[in-house]
């Protein structure tokens, strides 16, 4: 079935498919389809260094709390703080993200994000007392923001068509990995002096990151737009060598043909291209607000509301539960994303969160929390059913809404505006985070685990119906195939 792509007065009436006669296809170099050459391998290690990076800040704040909260003896509020606040330093690194990104190209960009990364991570290693500790949050969650543009950018415009799905949705295994990896630290070092250690330990892969961005070849489609095309030819060399450059850097040039060298912020909002920026922005929405980040940020104590009684049981539960079953799930977006489509995992992983969250909160329903001071007994059969309905979510988001989400944002943009329209993405993308992770904790003082839970479960239904009507396939084509395809569409 194509995937509709529905105008404003068609409201999901009529399918739009570019005809395939009309696309002029863009040859690719053939060593693209020989396999993996040493240069590709460098630039997958940047979107592995950039995605462990940013999962691992994502998994370590839920086992560092604890210790954070008796070192400083937090108030709720400043726990949502210090959890959240990373989120905005996020969003505002995504939106620089995008104007570095035009400016001095895809791999400086990913320079500055490992720097950042490396500074934040020693800065809350060395916090004296609270305000320095969401300080050192916000800079290593610019890096985040940062990384977040440029890394699946990065990979979007160097990785051949036929696996650029699986270029970029490495970036979110590699986030799953890196909230696995910070699980377990947590999991080893789960005293209350050793946060420390914990979130430092951020400024190691950080210096890797830096290392490996600066070998790391540059964006021929970049250099293209800075009219540099010897560089890109030397470039796409280096990549694919001993292979015919010339008919792919003649597509590029087709494609940047009649467009200004960088595109303003109007040129970015401008109706022409309203359609794959509306579609961008509403993935990153609903990536957020189905609950995602609430889930991993908010672990442990999800856990200990469920049954689970010691800081243990609730570390060995986030560990394997959520972060190992996420590692393992990503490995069915990375193997099919780009033989099933984008659009089919999709609604497929949308229709599975929703039901997991439903679940959880028919589970809470019958959680009763132990009075105070009462013997632990350990997770109830309830406290059983939602760990369970945990693992089902995420195992749904793992090979949906995660990897998918960020491979169609960084691809359905065309050339001379795609580090800004990645940018606002991005942005909204953590905004929502913001909203979710700031006020996870007093939604379910105000409204309960179980109507919070299920409000994400509505979320997940209406994410499911407009990505149905208004999300298009996206699987085998060339940048500039998807670039017709909205100018047709318009």
Known sequence: MKAPLTS???????????????V??????????????????????????????????????????????ATFSLSALLVEVVTSWVTLGALLGALSAGE??????????????????????????????????????LVIGAGVGVAAVAAPLYAAELAPPAVRGRFVSAYQLAITAGIFLAYLVDGWLSNSDSWRIMLGAAAVPGLLLFGVALVAPMSPRWLMMKRRRADAAAELHKIHPGANVEP???????????????????????RQWRCPLMIGIGLAVFQQITGINAI????????????????????????????????L????????????????????????????LVVVGIAFRFIVTPAAGAAATG??????????????????????MGPVVWTV??????????????????????????????????????????????????????????????????????????????????
Request: hydrophobic content about 55%.
């Open 8 to 22: 404003s007065g068609a409201a999901g009436k009529r399918a739009f498919s570019p005809p395939k006669a009309t």
């Open 24 to 69: 002029r296809p863009v040859t690719v170099p053939p060593s693209s389809a020989q396999g993996m050459t040493p240069w590709l391998v460098v630039v997958l290690l940047v979107v592995l260094f950039s995605g462990g990076l940013f999962g691992y800040d994502q998994g370590v704040i839920s086992g560092a709390l604890h210790g954070i909260k």
């Open 100 to 137: 570095l990104a035009d400016r001095i190209g895809r791999k400086r960009t990913v320079l500055i994000a490992g720097a950042l990364f490396t500074l934040g991570a020693v800065v809350q290693a060395v916090a004296p007392g609270t305000l320095v500790l969401v300080a050192g949050r």
């Open 248 to 270: 792919q850097l003649d597509a590029i040039a087709t494609a940047l043909h009649q467009e200004s060298e960088r595109a303003s912020w109007a040129v970015v909002f401008h």
């Open 296 to 327: 991993i940020y908010y672990a442990d104590q999800i856990f200990a509301s469920a049954g689970f009684a010691t800081q243990s049981a609730q570390t060995t539960a986030t560990t394997w539960a959520i972060g190992g079953v996420n590692v």
């Open 329 to 356: 799930a990503t490995l069915i977006a990375i193997a099919y994303i780009d033989r099933l489509g984008r659009r089919k995992l999709l609604l497929a992983g949308l229709i599975g969160m929703a039901i997991s």
């Open 379 to 400: 997770p109830s059969a309830a406290g059983i059913v939602t760990l369970l309905a945990l693992v089902g979510f995420i195992i749904c988001f793992a090979f949906s």
């Open 409 to 490: 944002i960084n691809e359905i943009f065309p050339g001379h505006i795609r580090g800004r329209a990645v940018a606002v993405a991005t942005a909204v993308n953590w905004g929502s985070a913001f909203l979710v992770s700031q006020f996870f904790l007093t939604l379910i003082g105000a409204m309960g685990n179980s109507l919070t839970f299920w409000l994400f479960a509505l979320f997940c239904v209406i994410a499911w119906v407009w990505i149905y009507f208004r999300v298009p396939e996206t699987k085998g084509q060339s940048l500039e195939q998807i670039q017709l395809l909205w100018k047709k569409a318009s």
